[in-house]
Structure formats: C-alpha cells, structure tokens
C-alpha cells in the first residue's frame, strides 16, 4: 500500500511585517498571520486554523481514500469543527481539543460507523499529536444518494 518512511517537505518563502508566505513543492501559496487573540491583524489563516485543518483534512482525505473501494453510499455535510487551546500541566499552552461535528446519510450505516472509526485510527496526523480530536456525528435520514 504505502512505504514508510513518507517525506513531506514545505519552504518559507518570506516574513515580513509579522506575515508569513509559504510555498511547497507544488507552487501553492499559502500565508500566515497572528490571530486577535494574540494582538494580530489576521489578514490570512494563522498557524492555529492551519493545525485545525490539517486535522480535518487528514480525517476526510483518510475517510476518501479508505472508501474508494467500498460498496457504500454516504453524503456527508453540515461539517463544523473547532479547538480549544490551553495550558497543559507544565503551564505551556497546546490545543488541547479538536471537535469535528457532522450529520451523515448513508445506505448502510453499520458500514460507514465502522469506516469512520478506522479512519479515525489511521489517520496519521490524529496519531502524531497528543490533542484530543472528538467525534460527533449524526444519521440524517437516508435520501436517494
């Protein structure tokens, strides 16, 4: 399936006045700012609503991958998703939680459960961080899909 070890590689372009331009591989730009919250401008994503999605975006990117070859139907939407930063036993701030709501339709619902249950076990960034990541997802009444 996979050879480990996988490599990711990412390149800063520049910092300049308290923003950050990122550029990988692929030429996408992306860039990088304070939050409020910490006395910034926010005039792009910060580092905390990156770490945020790079969460979610594991867990679904894992969820399409691992569903490619089952027979299941499912449409899933109303996704919301937040952290919560905090200060751990050692008074250092860390996200503490990650919750990722959504509602589901889905023709076999005993199937897409499990799915998501072992997509959740195998996602690599869920496992690579001591965050606690919180599943809450409810059926939705299953439609012509």
Do not use: Q, W
């Not at 910490?38 to 905390?48: A, D, H, N, Q, V």
């Not at 799915?115 to 690579?128: A, G, R």
């Amino acid at each position: 399936m996979f050879h480990y070890p996988i490599e990711f590689k990412l390149e800063i372009k520049n910092i300049e006045n308290n923003s950050m331009v990122f550029s990988d591989l692929n030429s996408f730009n992306l860039s990088a700012d304070i939050p409020k919250v910490f006395g910034g401008k926010e005039r792009s994503l910060s580092p905390e609503d990156y770490y945020l999605f790079a969460m979610i975006s594991c867990f679904f990117t894992t969820f399409l991958k691992l569903s490619e070859d089952k027979d299941l139907k499912y449409n899933i939407k109303n996704i919301t998703a937040k952290s919560v930063v905090d200060r751990g036993e050692d008074s250092k701030p860390f996200v503490k939680k990650v919750f990722l709501s959504f509602n589901y339709s889905t023709d076999n619902s005993k199937n897409f459960i499990r799915l998501i249950n072992f997509t959740k076990d195998n996602c690599f960034i869920l496992n690579s961080v001591k965050t606690e990541f919180v599943l809450d997802f409810n059926e939705d009444s299953y439609e012509n899909i």
